[in-house]
Each structure stands twice: as structure tokens, then as C-alpha cells.
């Protein structure tokens, strides 16, 4: 009997023992649509310092039906709380056939160590189908293992000197999945189906226009009664200009932001913007944003902060007590606008600090050493994604990384943030598009879209492309063009541009100068000579523009100026040289027909359709008159608008021309991306010649940049050729083309 006992006693010891040993689990809990203000306290403990450098990446352990935690031991959680702030709608309006009733969420801010909440809210969800065969944790699973070992080491990398890099990495991947639970269901439809087809932005069916909200309709409102107009012209890609919340008189056209969560007053307010995209949606309009990734106005919430003294807040700037480290920036960081803001740092007398500002004093560039920096800036570019945005414009981007003894531009750690960025739209957001702001030299452009195992920009400015254009029309000599468009023509076909003749910005002359030195070029002088044609300042020139930003000491002022104006249709309109004009109209579509037979997506900006000219009335507006760029972003002309439907018009004539020009652009297949691009010999030096060519077509663009009617003397023998513009069938050899003309011969094989 006693060994029984004994016996017994020793089972029940070990069956304590394993109890102890053995937490219990707690249960999974699901997520429900109702998110409720949650917070999350965890004991505070010593940092321990994460070295990085040649070693393997930190691992995550994932299961398949959960998001993929990264472990440390010493990392504080991620408060949730709501603070001040406004619902916001997350979903696609109007977009389903039938919807159910729709719950509503509180909104949500996020919020990393020691750090003011990162708002992530929503005033109502996505209705629920009634049938929804899609299994959304399964799809952010498999979507995250693709990129998480490459997300994880970028990351460690880049923060490799940060001793809580594990814990900032672990608040990135955890509100990621945030943001991807409260996108709309419309979004995730559109998501799933541009992942089976991931070339849908790669063909030749999109045309683009840029506008500002106010400049064309006033509201958000009133823009999206006008969509019957803007499709009229073809338009299924419209680019918004700023319209976030900045300051009146200190906003840059829009570029400092106050908020990232909100409108600007006088145009709506984000429920208006989301029932806009839901809209454009409706309609197959994509919508395209400016996200301003360099600095924000010095009226965010966190400069008022930094302002105030918090030093949590000042480590997301660059704050100086005295000159001393200023001043070896100085040496190696040139100057955005010598003229305007000259300098790269700001005194701010309140604090007796120093403040690093890049571009205007009102704009406190942001510290990308913080790791809380990246991870608040991609919780707000995921934001405005949830409320329709298509195609991210990620502005001033070569900036954004600052490092001393050098000159601050196009650095590899910038190249590592935007690579990370676009793994998470891949992993959140994939139908989303980064469009890359790269306003460099042409060699400075292309490492941009990353490589094609590795790809970071979907699309870039075609910058230089634009600015050899109108040097063209200056100089009336190809060649210089020529060889951008045969550098374009051998780069991998996966890499797309956005071309365009203007846009809401200057023309800088960032040329090709070492190529432009075997002509006798001069840089200084040459840039001189630009201006001074386009500005009028030469007898027989037709350009009306004006300068901006300009250096003496450099040479280096840039040029406003609407496409119309430039191409000379002000200046005959205002004499009254009817033969003049018509001449310039012609200029004005041969330049759109050049543009819309590169290959890539075409953008116009708004009101070319109609000839719009400068608008010199910005000198009256005092928060306008001492920046140059007003003078074309003008209010759009809709008293104009009306004669477009008159074909003797100028209005006629041009929206006639690019509407022609637009449809033969998206049927035929030849304006594919995918169609391989060269030019060919004119023997005439003012005479440019493209060719495009696929297995099923061969299109020869012909363009005269010469005032004088000229033979290009091509000699494609093989076959004739339809002129799609006229429809006049003739071969393609010693081609009789006006001044200022243009030929679209095509042939099928």
C-alpha cells in the first residue's frame, strides 16, 4: 500500500511539474469588422543593440493563416488609440451592384514608440458581399512570404545602427496588416485582378491629364460632375496636383503639407476625394496623387511639436544648435533655388536652432535616419491608397536621404527606401503604381526603376526627354534628341515612362551636355540662349515664357510658359497674324504627336486640349506674384471650353487634332510598350524620324522642327504606307513634309 502511494504522489508531481512548464495557449481571437479603440501596454526594458552587418536576416516565423510577427524580446508594442481625428471614408463608393449594410469602425491611430499616434482610420467599411469566396488573410500570407526575407534585411540594413531596429521593423509589419484589413473590398477586387495581369499599365490604351482641383473645377465636388468632359478628351489617368492640407501663402503650389490625412478646405474634404476616386473608378479613370515625401510644412503637427521643444519630434527633422555641421553641408549640397531660398538651412530664432530646409523655409526637410520616419510616411502613403489613389507620385525623391560630405542627391540608401516601399504595395496594395519624381540628368533617371529582378519606380518622368524637346524647337537640330530617344529605345522594355511636353513645374535644361560639347556647345551660354528664345528677347522668336529662379551667377534659370504660349500661338494671337497662328497650331499638335509616339503613357497637361495661354494675372495675387510657375497653371478657360466643338477655332482645331491622334494611338498595337523603338536617318538636321515595330505593324513618325517646308529623306523600301493622321496612302521615301508638320506612316505586315 505504501508503494502505492508513493506511487501516486510521483505521478502527481510530474503531472504539476508539466503544467508549469506548459503556459497555456490563448486562443486566437478573430477579427471582426468593429474595431474598437484598443491599447496595448507592454513593460518598458533596456534596448539591446541588434548588429546586423554580414549576417543573415532576423527571422519571422509565420503560419499560414496569421501575420507574420517579428520576435524581440525587448521591443514595446504599438499603442492604438483614437486621437482628434476625423472618419474617414476607406472604401470605393458606388463601385458594387449590390451592397449590404455597413458597419461602422472607429477610426483608428497608430502609434510606434514614443511617438505622436500615426492615424490609420475609417468612417465606414467596405460593404460585405454577400458572397465572398475571397480569403483575404490567406492572400496577405502568401503576399508577405514573397517579399518578407528582402523587406527584412533592407530594413535591418538601412537601421542597422538603431538599437531598437527589430522593434521598428515588427511596428512596420504589424500595422501593414492593418491597413490591408480596412482596405475597401472594391480596392481588393481591383488588386487581385491587376496581379493576373501585371502589364495592364504597360500597353497603349492609357492617355493622361494633370490639373489642379481648384484651378479646374473649384471642389471635389464639382470635379467629379465634370468626368463627362474629361473623358471627352480621352482621359482614363488623371494626375491630381497637391491637394492636401498646407498653409495659404506658404504652400508651395501644395508641396508643404500640414496634414497627410487631410484636404484642403476650400476643396472638400476626404470623404469628398474617396467618393471622387469611387467615381473616377466607375468610370476606368485611374487616379493619380503627389505624395511629398522629402519635408513637411512647417505646420505639421510634428514641427509644431519640434517647435515646442520635444525632442522625439526634433530627432524627425534635422536640428542644429549652432552653424557648425550646417556649414559642412553647405560645402557639398548645392542650392535648389539660389534665388528664392537660398541655402540648404533655416534659422529659427524661437528655438535658436537650426532647421534643415532644402527647398523653401517653410518646408523642414525629414530624417530618414529615423526609422519612425519611413514607418509613419508609408502608413500615410497606404492612407491616401485606401481611399482610391492609383498611382502614387512620389515627389522630390532623389532627396530624401542626407548624408554628410556629400551632395544629398540619389544616394543608395534612397534607393533602398523606395524598394521597400514598393514591396509593401505589394504586399497591401499591389494595384497601386509608384511614379518616380526624378528630375536629374539622364543617367541619374534610369537606376530609379531599380532592376528587373528587383524593381523599385513603376513609372518616372520622362524628363529629359521634354527638356530635349524644347531645345529642339530652340535650336530647329534633332540630333540631340535623336540620341536620348535611341538611349530609350535600347533600355529593357519593363521600364515605362510618363511622357509629356508640360506639367505644373518649370523647364529645367538639364541636357545632355558632354554629347551637346561636340557641337560647340556651352552649358551657361547655351542655357542663356534657351531662355532668351523662349522669353521673346530675340526678334524673330514666337516663344512667350517667363524665367523662374533665375541665377545670374549660374546661368541657370528655368522657364514657365503654357505649351500653347511657347509654341507661339499668344504671341500671333495677340497681333493678330492669322497665318502665324495657324502655323503655331500646327507646331502644338506635331509636338503632342511626338509626345504620343514615344513609347510609355502619355500625360497632357490641362487645358493644351484647348490652346490655353498664359495666365499673367498671378502677378496680382500676392501669395502668387513671387513665384513664376502661376503663369501657367492658370484657372481653366471654360468661357474657351465651348469652341472646341467649332472647327475654325484654335480650340477647334487642337482638340480635334488630339482627340484624332488619341484614338489612332490605342488602336493600334504598334504604341505598345512592348514594340521595339529606333530612329533613322532624314539627312535634314531639323528633321526627326521614329520607328516603331512589332510582329503584326511598322510605324514611321515624321517631325519638322524647321519653319520651312522640308524633304526627310527616308528610303523604307518595303511597301506602302497609310498616313493614319490624313489617311493618304504613299511610300515612305523622300516624304514632302510642312513646316512645323508631322507624318503617322504605318503599314501592316
Known sequence: MAKKRLQKKREAARASAAQTAAPKAEPIKKVVKTIDPLKVETKKVEPVKVETKKTEPIKVETKKTEPVKVETKKAETVKVETKKTEPVKVETKKTEAAKVATKKTEPVKVETRKTEAVKVETAKSEPVRLENKRDDDRIYCERLARHLDELKWLYCELYQDNPYVTMHLNDLLKVLKKFYDMRGDALKESDLKREKDPTWYKRNDLTGMMMYVNAFAGTLSNLESKLDYVQECNVNYLHLM?????????????????????????????????????????????????????????????????????????????????????????????????????????????????????????????????????????????????????????????????????????????????????????????????????????????????????????LLYNVTTMASTWHTVATKDVSLLRRQLDILGSLPKEYIFQNYLRCHDDIGWGLDYDFLKNFSIDEVSHKKFLNDFFTGKYPDTFGRGELYNDDPRLGDARLCGTTASLCGIEKYGFEGNVVGVDRSVRYDITLHAFMLSQSGIPVIYSGDEIGQVNDYSYKDDPDKAVDSRYLHRGEFNWSLAPNRNIADTVQGKLFHALDHLEHIRSSHSVFDTTADLRTIDTWDSSILAIVRENAEEKFIGIYNFSDQDKVAWINEDDGIYTDLISGHEMEAKGVMIPAFGCFWLCRKK
Open 242 to 458: 497637391p491637394l492636401l492640407d498646407s498653409p495659404k501663402g506658404r504652400s508651395d503650389g501644395g508641396y508643404a503639407v500640414a496634414d497627410f490625412r487631410k484636404v484642403q478646405e476650400e476643396l472638400g474634404t476626404m470623404d469628398d476625394f474617396a467618393d471622387l476616386t469611387a467615381a473616377c473608378h466607375k468610370r476606368g479613370i485611374n487616379v493619380c496623387l503627389d505624395f511629398v515625401m522629402n519635408h513637411t510644412s512647417e505646420d505639421h503637427e510634428w514641427a509644431k511639436r519640434a517647435r515646442n521643444g520635444e525632442k522625439e519630434y526634433q530627432d524627425r527633422y534635422f536640428f542644429f544648435d549652432n552653424y557648425d555641421i550646417p556649414s559642412l553641408y553647405e560645402q557639398t549640397c548645392p542650392e535648389v533655388f539660389p534665388t528664392t531660398a537660398p541655402g540648404n538651412f533655416t534659422w529659427l530664432e524661437d528655438l535658436h536652432k537650426h532647421v534643415m530646409t532644402t527647398f523653401y523655409p517653410y518646408q523642414w526637410d525629414l530624417n530618414y535616419r529615423n526609422p519612425i520616419v519611413l514607418n509613419e510616411m508609408i502608413f500615410n502613403m497606404l492612407y491616401l491608397a485606401n481611399q482610391g489613389v492609383d498611382i502614387v507620385r512620389l515627389d522630390a525623391v532623389p532627396y530624401i536621404w542626407k548624408q554628410l560630405g556629400t551632395n544629398c542627391r540619389n544616394l543608395p540608401q534612397v534607393h533602398t527606401i523606395v524598394r521597400i516601399m514598393r514591396m509593401v504595395c505589394e504586399i497591401v496594395c499591389p494595384g497601386i503604381l509608384l511614379l518616380g519624381e526624378v528630375v536629374m540628368a539622364p543617367e541619374k533617371v534610369v537606376p530609379y526603376f531599380g532592376t528587373v529582378e528587383k524593381p523599385e519606380c513603376h
